[in-house]
């Protein structure tokens, strides 16, 4: 008589899961990021002739608890987005809402100048222009006609 195994029919899709987190893990080891409590805070970097200007999604914090400083060519944006009361008397059916202390650390594309920083925080969006230093400044050389 042959004994049949049964496999588990969730096997798959357990063993495609670890696959994942493994990926991931090795990513997010590669490169590290602090996202505690809060999340990975979300960001576009562009250039213009004269600036590098960072638009980063902060929703819900207060522009007094952001923090933003630039070590070499390193920018690094830290803040705590602070928990509301949580109502002890309600059920809560979805609590999605992100709360807690974060750190983005990202390389700058060319040097600039932080002395002529400027930063502005409107609707939850924060948006650092720094401008670009002289010496990496495009330079329009004129040609004279003899």
Do not use: C, W
């Amino acid at each position: 008589m042959t004994k049949i195994i049964k496999r588990d029919p969730f096997y798959d899709i357990v063993s495609a899961r670890d696959s994942m987190d493994r990926m991931l893990d090795t990513y997010f080891n590669r490169f590290p990021m602090d996202f505690e409590g809060y999340g990975i805070v979300d960001l576009d970097m562009y250039q213009t002739g004269n600036d590098v200007v960072i638009e980063a999604s902060i929703p819900g914090i207060n522009p007094d608890d952001i923090n933003i400083s630039v070590t070499g060519d390193v920018l690094t944006i830290k803040g705590e987005v602070k928990e509301e009361k949580e109502n002890k008397e309600a059920d809560y059916h979805i609590r999605e809402r992100r709360y807690g202390s974060f750190s983005r650390s990202i390389t700058l594309p060319t040097q600039v100048v932080t002395d002529k920083a400027n930063a502005e925080f409107k609707n939850g969006i924060l948006k650092l222009t720094l401008p670009k230093a002289e010496e990496v400044k495009p330079k329009t050389i004129t040609v004279k006609a003899k």
